[in-house]
Each structure stands twice: as structure tokens, then as C-alpha cells.
């Protein structure tokens, strides 16, 4: 079985930074895209970033200059790096990854600006 956990998320003022991580473990042995996606209250869930196991990434506009998406293949492990961020910003972010050529959802990690 496999299963992404995620971790890092928290309460943090505008303008702060953070850093979020997601671990798949299970019984891998192929691991493609992986990705981070968010969805606030009443709104739909949206892709923020991904990225291929090449390293080739791509950002939602609204994120573009301020979050860097990264992955360690040899853990099993991709990372958003969160600055500058926003009220806006706020939401349950979600990892998701193509494992074994299905595609698996972590339980999701709240990121809340606030002042």
C-alpha cells in the first residue's frame, strides 16, 4: 500500500515563509510527477506547482517568484518552499504524486497567514 504523508504546515504572519514536505513510502517502484495543490474555503482545489522526476517544474501565476517546488527521488520526498506569503495564500495543501502509475493523494496540511 502506498501512502504520502505530508508535513509543515502552520499558522505564519504575511510575509513569512514556510516549508512543506511530502514522504511517499509504501511499496514503490516508480514515482513521476509530484505536485502540490491547494483549495481554500469555498473554492475549488487548485494546482499550485509540480514537478517531473527530471526536475522540470511549473507554478500556478499566483505563486510565480515566491514558492519553489524541489524533490529528493532518493527519499521518496518533494518539498514546497513557501515565502513571501500571503492572506490569500491560506488553505489545506494537498500532495499529490504518480506512484506505480496510479495517481495518490496525502490527507493534507492547513497553511494559515495571519496577522
Known amino acids: 500500500q502506498v501512502q504520502l504523508v505530508e508535513s509543515g504546515g502552520g499558522l505564519v504572519q504575511p510575509g513569512g515563509s514556510l516549508r512543506l514536505s511530502c514522504a511517499a513510502s509504501?511499496?514503490?517502484?516508480?514515482?513521476?510527477?509530484m505536485g502540490w495543490y491547494r483549495q481554500a474555503p469555498g473554492r475549488e482545489r487548485e494546482q499550485v506547482a509540480t514537478?517531473?522526476?527530471?526536475?522540470?517544474?511549473n507554478y500556478a501565476d499566483s505563486v510565480k517568484g515566491r514558492f519553489t517546488i524541489s524533490r529528493d527521488n532518493a527519499k521518496n520526498t518533494v518539498y514546497l518552499q513557501m515565502n513571501s506569503l500571503k492572506p490569500e495564500d491560506t488553505a489545506v495543501y494537498y500532495c499529490?504524486?504518480?506512484?506505480?502509475?496510479?495517481?495518490?493523494w496525502g490527507q493534507g496540511t492547513q497553511v494559515t497567514v495571519s496577522s
Open positions: 499529490n504524486a504518480y506512484i506505480n502509475y496510479g495517481s495518490y
Open positions: 509504501g511499496s514503490i517502484f516508480a514515482i513521476d510527477d
Open positions: 514537478i517531473t522526476h527530471g526536475g522540470s517544474t
